[in-house]
């Protein structure tokens, strides 16, 4: 079984940093697509970005040039570096992780071509 333990989450000011980590439990963690996802309060689950197994990536456009997503296989973790945070990038992030080497889901509701998911860690940005 794949497990997925998201950290990082916090409170901070817009304009403000954050790095959430992601621990993941699988042998062959360095093939899989992983990726960071969000749920604001009352709104639909939405994809952050994506990293491939050869480490391309992909963003949506609310966060390029601000987030950076990352992986380290020596260490099986996945990373989202988030600089100048806004009030909307409020949220509960999870982690996920798909069986296939390339993420092709990115702006694909409910599950986003994911096979696994973390529970998530909570991101406040206060204005």
């Known amino acids: 079984q794949v497990r997925l333990v998201e950290s990082g989450g916090g409170s901070v000011q817009a304009g403000g940093s954050l790095r959430l980590s992601c621990v993941v439990s699988?042998?062959?963690?360095?093939?899989?697509?992983m990726g960071w996802f969000r749920q604001a309060p009352g709104k639909e689950r939405e994809g952050v970005a994506t990293?491939?197994?050869?480490?391309?990536?992909s963003y949506v456009d609310s966060v390029k040039g601000r987030f950076t997503i990352s992986k380290d296989n020596a260490k099986n973790t996945l990373y989202l570096q988030m600089n100048s945070l806004k009030p909307e990038d409020t949220g509960m992030y999870y982690c996920?992780?798909?069986?296939?080497?390339?993420?092709?889901?990115?702006?694909?509701?409910?599950?986003?071509?994911?096979?696994?998911w973390g529970t998530g860690t909570l991101v406040t940005i206060s204005s």
């Open positions: 996920a992780a798909a069986r296939g080497s390339y993420c092709y889901g990115l702006h694909s509701p409910p599950h986003y071509g994911m096979d696994y």
């Open positions: 990293i491939d197994a050869d480490d391309g990536t």
């Open positions: 699988v042998y062959t963690y360095s093939t899989y697509c």
